[in-house]
């Protein structure tokens, strides 16, 4: 249809473009079983946002008749399906990027399928994502594969998870169904340890909940689909309240008078004056111009590529990264990390690799697979290889220390690739936990007498039983219970306890997040120190988060460690308040209190957990007790 | 609405990016990875409005450089008079290396889209010929305008597609890209394709065009030309290049072009669309999607794949 450039048509579509120019860019993955009806989903949500033009339709209606599973009707996945080979075997493969817009918004989505040889795929369609919909179809409910599709967006750190439950109209759109599917899916979400998951029932095929609320299912009052959609929060502005990093992706020198530093920012702000450092030469400047083709700015912000000047002609290059002085990455050469394999030729511990972060590339090896995972039941297993689509937790070790920061808090800084030195494929991919301290290149001085030669004099086998959980939750009273059974069996035990230690050792510590984290450090190197020595070591310490009671296992050999999450509901434990202190925190005079205004990231994998709401502590103590002779560790 | 750019004020304080700044920080993020890490880059230049965006990206990429690599131009011999204009209006306004390559071999048979239909045509001109001009000056990655969301089979296409030594695109062989993170190392002889572009949709490049002001082929703006008409499809008469069949006259009309090629596989859509903005509120109420204009798609669904599978970008 020809254009009839009537001034007042002409002023809307500026008023669009203006309208246009303020929309944010929200990425997000699909996944689903084969045949929850993904692709229908998607395709329906372009459908809705009418960037379908009528010629693809035509297409469309050509190709249901020859491949369609919908009699007649239009088959909305026929939209999305590319590749030749997929259509004939009537399955989608790979993952496909499709773009749409709402009035808020626009969307790139990754499209990924859900059969299980294709972890690889979703974890990389996950890897860009700020959120991701997961479907399930309302006459089965949640599956295995809707297990492990939720478990591997916990492990790559999608923020923000919704389930779609599709199919409603199959149900005949019953609130009963829905709410059972909407318990198992907040229950999994809680298995799982993620948070901020929201459960939508819909019907992809005839677009309830989609963008317009169902008129069938009037007893649901959350966001619809598209509801959700343009309101979840961009990964983007999380990172931008963290401290500056950027990879030095190029130096930019057209002549001798200009010196750029080139790259994309990963987290943080930056504005000319501000002081950075080159890590890991740890040099400081100053940045003194923001350049860009547009003029100098004033501030550039996380997602931004930029070209900087600094102060101070320092000696900067790729691979590098800028860093805020006042909260710089850590540098570290070896990590705990967890590891996709996503190549036919197993992962081979020992073996070289080159691993690529941010901007640089480094020759290094998986020192050792802890274990690997299994998606779908979640178990740690054995295992000294992983094969096509495993995923293990694994120690690596650069040729070179690095900086980086944990993927859970940057993607860019804490995420690699890994790549096959012989034929140049990426074979793995992994996250950054946290980094191990045992530096090989400090010269460790070799003692004669060992670990081993300890344990066997006093002849038992040490070992480490941490509990953690909120304060009152029972955590000291188990351990001191449990001391006493070792102690009259004849062990050689030695309980660590938080509050004790504060007066010692670390009074010098208080309550804040960096403070915390150091506390933790110091209980379990001198629990290691004990261990070394022979010793039955149990430590009660609240140990709030989850990555520094991962630090502390990382510290022992498997077998060694066992995590006691002692589980009381805060409103149990804030009753019993045995030391006030709740009371105190409530008032505002305690600051920093785990469970009122400081965090408690709930174990995942947990050797035991005992709820002190609903067993007496004599049983909870006889639990611990039978599961750790179960594992070995005590006889 | 100003149409001053992007960055409607450099200096804001605002701190969050609009989606368009987002996508534009990618591409340049993708550039730049390519030019700290490849030997020989170039860019494929096809003078239509994806190679403009593209160039203005690589402009911002390397500021205050110029971008540190030539554009390549794959010449058929058969694109409009106003493309070869603005090809080297642009070239020499940028003061940036344009390299023509024609196929020679193909030229002196004589293969044209008028003798040997649009199939034969674009196999020896643009597949043949790209092959040609990237193993004579040994590049080892040449960056393409292509976009996801162009045609279905383009959705999965990696931002880094690898080819092997002889160009081929192989499906089952493509690395998994993920984060921000490329792996571009490469054996010898292979060679990689990248698409900035690839996460813009056809709206994105219209409005970034519009805010940042990109000179475009006046082509894709509504004018009158000559045009013919054949099995429904407007072609341009460019040139007398073109034979006419007995009682064919062309006939002036307003017409501007969606997709820009050779000319006579090109065909024009009536409409006043003058303007930029006139363009896109036309896009909204398309009866034809992109491609539809460009007559080697029509053959059949999948077409496009088995292109891509011989080495047609
Ligand atoms: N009744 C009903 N059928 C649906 C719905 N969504 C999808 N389907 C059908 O379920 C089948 C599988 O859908 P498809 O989108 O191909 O699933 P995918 O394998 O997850 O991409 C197709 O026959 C769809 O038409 C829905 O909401 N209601």
Not at chain 1, 395 to 408: S, T
Not at chain 1, 471 to 483: P, V
Not at chain 2, 111 to 124: E, K, L, N, R
Not at chain 2, 127 to 137: G, I, N, S, V
């Amino acid at each position: 249809m020809a254009g009839t450039d009537s001034a007042s048509s002409l002023e809307e579509i500026e008023a669009y473009l203006a309208a246009q120019r303020d929309k944010r860019l929200l990425r997000f993955i699909t996944c689903g079983s084969v045949d929850d009806g993904k692709s229908t989903l998607i395709g329906r949500l372009l459908y809705e946002s009418k960037l379908v033009f009528d010629d693809h339709l035509a297409a469309l209606e050509r190709d249901s008749a020859r491949f369609g599973t919908q009699q007649g009707d239009l088959d909305f996945a026929l939209l999305l399906d590319g590749l030749i080979a997929e259509r004939e075997q009537g399955i989608t493969i790979d993952v496909a990027y499709r773009f749409f817009a709402s009035e808020e918004r626009k969307y790139i989505v990754a499209d990924t399928p859900g059969h299980e040889q294709y972890t690889r795929n979703m974890v990389t369609g996950a890897s860009t994502a700020d959120a991701a919909v997961v479907l399930v179809d309302a006459r089965s409910g949640v599956l295995t594969q809707t297990r492990r599709h939720t478990y591997l967006l916990s492990l790559i750190g999608v923020p923000h998870v919704a389930v779609a439950v599709n199919k409603m109209d199959l149900v005949d759109y019953g609130q009963e169904r829905f709410r059972s599917i909407e318990a198992d899916c907040l229950a999994l979400a809680a298995t799982i340890g993620i948070e901020g998951v929201t459960v939508i029932p819909l019907s992809a095929l005839r677009g309830d909940n989609i963008l317009e609320r169902s008129a069938a299912m009037d007893w649901y009052d959350g966001p619809t689909l598209m509801g959700y959609l343009e309101t979840v929060p961009l990964d983007e502005d999380r990172l931008t309240g963290r401290p500056f990093r950027m990879p030095v992706q190029w130096i930019n020198r057209p002549d001798l008078d200009f010196r750029g530093v080139a790259g994309t920012i990963a987290a943080g702000t930056i504005r000319p004056g501000d002081r950075v450092v080159v890590q890991p030469s740890g040099h400081q400047s100053a940045v003194e111009r923001i350049v860009t083709y547009d003029g100098d700015l004033r501030q550039a912000v996380t997602g931004q590529s930029v070209t900087l000047t600094l102060a101070d002609d320092l000696d900067v290059s790729r691979g590098d990264v800028l860093s805020a002085v006042s909260a710089p990455a850590e540098v570290a050469g070896q990590f705990d990390a967890t590891v996709v394999w996503m190549s036919e030729a197993p992962l081979i511990a020992e073996r070289r690799y080159l691993f690529k972060i941010g901007t640089r590339t480094v020759p290094g090896t998986v020192t050792r697979i802890k274990f690997a995972l299994n998606v779908n039941t979640m178990e740690h297993v054995a295992a000294t290889k992983l094969d096509l689509n495993g995923i293990g937790s694994c120690n690596v070790a650069f040729e070179e220390p690095l900086p980086f920061d944990r993927y859970r808090d940057n993607r860019d800084t804490g995420g690699f690739i890994i790549i096959d030195r012989l034929t140049n494929a990426t074979v793995g991919a992994g996250m950054l936990q946290y980094a191990l301290r045992r530096a090989h290149n400090i010269h460790h001085q070799h003692l004669d007498v060992d670990k081993l030669a300890r344990a066997a004099a006093i002849g038992q086998k040490p070992c480490v039983i941490w509990f953690t959980g909120l304060s009152g939750a029972g955590k000291s009273t188990i351990a001191n219970l449990l001391e006493l059974r070792l102690h009259r069996l004849g062990c050689k035990t030695y309980l660590l306890d938080g509050d004790n230690i504060r007066e010692g050792l670390n009074r010098d510590l208080g309550f804040t997040e960096t403070d915390r984290v150091e506390n933790v450090r110091r209980i379990a190197e001198v629990a290691r120190l004990m261990v070394d020595a022979g010793l039955i070591v149990l430590v009660s310490l609240i140990s709030p988060f989850r990555s520094e009671r991962d630090s502390a296992r990382g510290l022992f050999e498997p077998g060694e460690f066992a995590e006691i999450y002692v589980n009381a509901p805060l409103a149990v434990a804030e009753e019993r308040d045995p030391k006030g202190l709740y009371a105190k925190a409530r008032r505002g005079e305690l600051r920093g209190f785990t469970g009122i205004d400081s965090p408690y990231e709930a174990p995942v994998d947990a050797e035991v957990e005992v709820d002190t709401s609903s067993c007496e502590i004599e049983a909870a103590v006889d639990a611990v007790l039978a599961r750790l002779r179960e594992l070995g560790m005590l006889i | 609405m100003s149409t001053n750019g992007l960055h409607p004020d450099p200096a804001r304080e605002d701190a969050s990016l609009t989606h368009l700044e987002r996508l534009e920080a990618e591409s340049i993020q993708i550039m730049r990875e390519v030019v700290a890490e490849a030997e020989n880059p170039v860019m494929l230049y096809s003078i239509g409005k994806d190679s403009s965006a593209m160039l203005h990206l690589a402009l911002k990429a390397f500021y205050p450089a110029k971008p540190p690599f030539p554009l390549l131009h794959v010449d058929t011999t058969w694109k409009f008079r106003d493309m070869y204009a603005f090809r080297d209006e642009t070239a020499a306004r940028l003061g940036i290396d344009l390299l023509v390559h024609t196929n020679q071999e193909g030229l002196a048979a004589g293969v044209s889209p008028i003798t040997h239909g649009s199939a034969v045509h674009t196999d020896v001109m643009k597949t043949e010929a790209l092959r040609q001009a990237l193993d004579k000056h040994r590049f080892d990655v040449a960056f393409g305008g292509a976009r996801r969301d162009e045609e279905a089979s383009r959705a999965k296409e990696r931002v880094f597609s690898f080819r092997s030594s002889t160009h081929r695109w192989d499906p089952k062989n493509q690395r998994p890209e993920l984060w921000r993170l490329y792996n571009t190392r490469k054996s010898p002889g292979e060679s990689i394709r990248v698409f900035p572009l690839s996460n813009w949709t056809e709206l994105d490049v219209w409005q970034y065009i519009y805010m940042e002001q990109i000179p475009i082929v006046p082509l894709y703006l509504a004018r009158e030309r000559p045009v013919v008409e054949r099995d429904g499809t407007l072609i341009m008469v460019d040139d007398d290049r073109l034979p006419l069949a007995e009682g064919e006259t062309p006939q002036m009309r307003t017409v501007r072009f969606r997709t820009l090629g050779c000319y006579p596989l090109s065909g024009a859509i009536e409409s006043d669309a003058a303007t930029l903005p006139a363009i896109i509120r036309e896009m909204f109420l398309a009866r034809t999607s992109e491609r539809q204009g460009r007559l080697i798609d029509h053959d059949q669904s999948g077409s496009m794949e088995r292109k891509k599978q011989e080495g047609y970008f």
